[in-house]
């Protein structure tokens, strides 16, 4: 399997090395571990020393074959500790039917135009920019969800 972000995307960033502002969108299913914040810093922003603003919204999936130790929201959220001038969110789905794992991570302000694979947990707040949503999860969606969604998601036009 090729890897998206190690073999593609990377080495592309890494041919623009005075680049002082980066938004990043993008999905990508990954063997072993979520994208979190010290891969961020370590494959990025550290390789980039003229960035100044680096706006993010990365949905990783992994696959669960037997995993003990998979990490929290928290894990994720410490990650970020040392991100400067970035509000950054996340929030973790583990899937036990399709045996995937799911972990979005993005910065504040939200810029993208959809958001998709929103599950029961997506963490409260208002995304103006998103028009399109797609949602995923094992659990039925209930009522107050819907009331959530409506709320976090304003100017949504579209829901997939």
């Known amino acids: 399997m090729i890897s998206f972000y190690d073999e593609l995307l990377l080495p592309f960033l890494y041919r623009m090395p005075n680049l002082e502002k980066l938004a990043s969108y993008f999905v990508v299913e990954r063997n ?8 961020l810093k370590r494959d990025i922003i550290n390789k980039m020393p003229q960035l100044n603003q680096f706006l993010f919204s990365i949905c990783s999936i992994i696959d ?4 003990i130790d998979l990490p929290t929201n928290e894990d994720i959220q410490n990650t970020f500790r040392d991100f400067k ?11 036990s039917e399709s045996k995937k794992g799911k972990c979005q991570i993005y ?12 599950a029961n947990n997506f963490p409260d707040g ?7 949503v797609s ?21 949504m036009n ?3």
């Open 32 to 39: 072993k571990s979520f994208i979190d914040g010290y891969q």
């Open 64 to 67: 669960l074959n037997n995993e």
């Open 85 to 95: 001038n970035n509000q950054i969110t996340s929030y973790i789905n583990y899937f």
């Open 158 to 160: 579209s829901l997939l």
């Open 107 to 118: 910065s504040y302000p939200v810029t993208i135009r959809r958001d998709e694979f929103i």
């Open 135 to 155: 949602l995923f999860d094992e659990r039925s969606f209930e009522h107050e969800f819907f009331l959530r969604l409506q709320k976090a998601f304003p100017f």
């Open 126 to 132: 208002i995304f103006k920019c998103v028009r399109q």
